[in-house]
């Protein structure tokens, strides 16, 4: 059973900084994408950035030049550095991962981050 345990949401002023982390388990051969999601009240879920193969990196165009993910293979754990945060960053933030082998994957619980202005 997979699982990912998301921690580092809170309120923080535009123009700070907030880092998420995801850690996963559960996968049996390799977890080929990580990424967040985030779902602002009242929208739809959206992608935020991806990590594919630990090399092949995305990102939305609304948080590029601000936002970096980044990987620990060994610990399964995958990260979002959001910088210059803006009020409508506002959100609770999703963690996703997947593994292509076997085809598992799972979200985390969410977590919130609340950028005021």
């Known amino acids: 059973q997979v699982q990912l345990v998301e921690s580092g949401g809170g309120l923080v002023q535009a123009g700070g900084s907030l880092r998420l982390s995801c850690a996963a388990s559960?996968?049996?051969?390799?977890?080929?994408?990580m990424g967040w999601y985030r779902q602002a009240p009242g929208k739809q879920r959206e992608l935020v950035a991806t990590?594919?193969?630990?090399?092949?990196?995305s990102y939305a165009e609304f948080v590029k030049g601000r936002f970096i993910i980044s990987r620990d293979n060994a610990k399964n754990t995958v990260y979002l550095q959001m910088d210059n945060l803006k009020p409508e960053d506002t959100a609770v933030y999703y963690c996703?991962?997947?593994?292509?082998?076997?085809?598992?994957?799972?979200w985390g619980q969410g977590t919130q981050v609340t950028v005021s202005s």
């Open positions: 996703y991962a997947k593994e292509s082998y076997t085809g598992a994957n799972g």
């Open positions: 559960g996968f049996i051969s390799g977890i080929n994408v």
């Open positions: 990590i594919v193969s630990g090399t092949s990196i």
